[in-house]
């Protein structure tokens, strides 16, 4: 059961980081005309643990564009330039076939 007063974090950049023993990832959130993105929560976990979300995220991914469409990712960019980019507007909603 979640928490009642469970606080609802939004991210749209990530930074991520690791030593011997943990997984460190920043939930940050960078606002159009903003420079720097305000970190807004952080997660460490186990090598373990994050391989097991990894394994988590990219099942849900597949059930998400079985239902929705594939989601594009850009081909010209990092993913670090996809991951820290500016903000940008959102594509146009996707419409299924």
Same mark, same amino acid.
């Given at each position: ?13 990530? =930074?991520? +980081? ?6 460190? #990832?920043?939930? $940050?959130?960078?606002? &159009? ?5 305000? #970190?807004?929560? =952080?997660?460490?976990? %186990?090598?373990?643990? $994050?391989?097991?979300?990894? *394994? ?6 597949? =059930?998400?564009? %079985?239902?929705?469409?594939? #989601?594009?990712?850009? %081909?010209? +960019? ?6 820290? =980019?500016?903000? @940008? @507007?959102? &594509?146009?909603?996707? *419409?299924? &076939?």
């Amino acid at each position: 059961m979640l928490p009642a007063d469970l606080e609802l974090v939004y991210a749209n950049l990530a =930074r991520i +980081a690791h030593s011997p023993a943990d997984i460190v #990832i920043d939930f $940050a959130h960078l606002l &159009p005309g903003e420079s720097k993105a305000k #970190i807004h929560s =952080r997660v460490v976990m %186990t090598p373990l643990s $994050a391989k097991l979300l990894v *394994k988590a995220l990219a099942e849900n991914i597949t =059930r998400f564009e %079985t239902a929705f469409g594939e #989601i594009n990712l850009p %081909t010209n +960019a990092t993913l670090a330039d996809n991951l820290f =980019r500016p903000f @940008q @507007q959102p &594509p146009e909603p996707f *419409k299924k &076939p």
